[in-house]
């Protein structure tokens, strides 16, 4: 009986056990003729949209470029001017000759190394050329951790203020051009793409809020190296060895504290230090010292007569701005000399007509047919467009009105900052 239920179970089992399990195997893809051909109409026909679209876009982009190329540009006739004729005209300060800061907004930087070069000259005799890409490098890495410390709420531009140039130089030293001329990326000072990449980045972490420092920074540093070079930690100079403190220090003998900022607007009460409010400024400094519109342009002309040269900053986008005539005045017709004061000079402050364009440096000064004029040493390309390149000639009324604030060392104005309240 026992035998006889194994052997049924055991046929009953028998089928499954001698099924065969499933296997896998690999077969060519099936192609649907029909299909692909469908698909690749589809391709064609969005390419010829893209390329009709890109095509479209070029043309608008160029009919745009071609017109704001052909719209000509309002300037004062300069026919009828009484104007000096040539550097040569003006009693000069002592200086290097102008340098050009090309495809890059670091005016800031050319014009407050210019001023510390000529002074050092002034004070010691000395003629160094120095690094302007130095002082760079440092503010760009300052101007990103103040977005890291602001969460993204901090100016990001490559402008600065000659005073942010001073504290950089205060805080990491200087050294000379040759030693760091800051242009590994390009011969010639370009930094469209090296600010690309860096706002690229910084806006970057801001989107994603991610905002470690000890990440950030080292990145930008990264990319600061890839287009100006790595700063020297130390460097030989005339057989001896520096860092940029002691070069500073040492052998230039130049204190960054030694200088200030005079301005003159209503905005806050004068003969008191204050913020400067202009986006420039980005770290809010507030040691600018504001006094009335006469004194200040009256330091000024005594300073340079004087044999001090000054930094000075504001807006070049007038028609008495005339870069290929190497003037920069105000016409009449915009306002009389005689209107010219400290009302006048704070409405235009007010409605933004005037701005803090740029900086350059006061090296030479004349009296001409009864007005001051200011011979400019200026590293845009603007001031390249006329007879004398890197120069210009500024008359007192373009000063008064569209200059905003000027740098210079304390010895020259320390009359006037005893009037400190």
């Known amino acids: 009986m026992k035998k006889n239920i194994l052997l049924i179970m055991a046929l009953s089992l028998s089928p499954t056990l001698l099924l065969a399990q499933d296997k896998i195997r690999f077969i060519p893809r099936t192609e649907d003729l029909k299909m692909e051909a469908i698909r690749e109409r589809n391709k064609t026909l969005t390419a010829k949209e ?10 608008i982009a160029a009919k745009k470029e071609a017109e704001q190329k052909s719209k000509p540009r309002m300037r004062v006739d300069t026919e009828k001017l009484k104007r000096p004729e040539k550097p040569e005209d003006f009693k000069q300060i002592k200086h290097f000759a102008p340098v050009s800061q090309y495809n890059t907004g670091t005016c800031w930087s050319f014009s407050a190394t210019s001023l510390i070069e000529s002074d050092i000259m002034r004070l010691t005799g000395k003629e160094i050329k120095l690094s302007e890409m130095h002082t760079v490098y440092y503010e760009y890495l300052a101007k990103a951790e103040g977005f890291i410390d602001s969460r993204g709420d901090s100016f990001l531009g490559e402008g600065s203020q000659m005073r942010g140039a001073l504290r950089m130089i205060k805080k990491h030293g200087i050294v000379p051009e040759e030693t760091y001329p800051g242009n590994r990326w390009d011969p010639d000072h370009n930094h469209e793409l090296l600010f690309d990449e860096i706002n690229d980045y910084l806006h970057f972490c801001k989107e994603k809020n991610r905002w470690d420092k000890t990440v950030i920074l080292p990145a930008i540093e990264a990319i600061l190296q890839k287009y100006l070079g790595k700063p020297p930690v130390q460097f030989n100079w005339e057989g001896k060895e520096y860092t940029p403190h002691t070069f500073r220090d040492e052998f230039l003998k130049i204190n960054p504290d030694d200088y200030v900022d005079l301005i003159s607007t209503m905005s806050f009460p004068f003969y ?15 040691a600018y010292y504001n006094v ?9 002309q005594k300073a340079v007569q004087a044999g ?25 017709f915009d306002i009389p000399y005689k209107n010219i004061n400290q009302d006048a000079r704070e409405y235009r402050i007010y409605n933004e007509s005037t701005s803090d364009d740029h900086g350059i440096h006061i090296v030479g000064y004349t009296k ?5 004029w200011y011979l400019i040493k200026d590293s845009s390309r ?14 007192e009324d373009y000063i008064k009105l569209k200059m ?15 009037k400190q309240k």
């Open 50 to 59: 893209d390329s009709l679209s890109t095509a479209m876009e070029k043309a």
């Open 272 to 286: 008191q230090f204050g913020k400067f409010d202009v986006p420039d400024n980005w770290w809010h400094d507030s």
């Open 292 to 300: 009335p519109l006469e004194e200040w342009y009256t330091a000024l």
């Open 308 to 332: 001090y040269s000054a930094g000075i900053g504001g807006d070049v986008s007038e028609p008495g701005f005339y870069g290929e005539e190497d003037i920069a005045i105000i016409p009449d």
């Open 368 to 372: 001409h047919k009864g007005m001051d």
């Open 382 to 395: 603007g001031a390249r467009y006329g007879n004398f390149e890197g120069y210009m000639f500024y008359r």
């Open 404 to 418: 905003l604030g000027y740098t210079i060392h304390k010895d020259a104005v320390k009359e006037l900052l005893k």
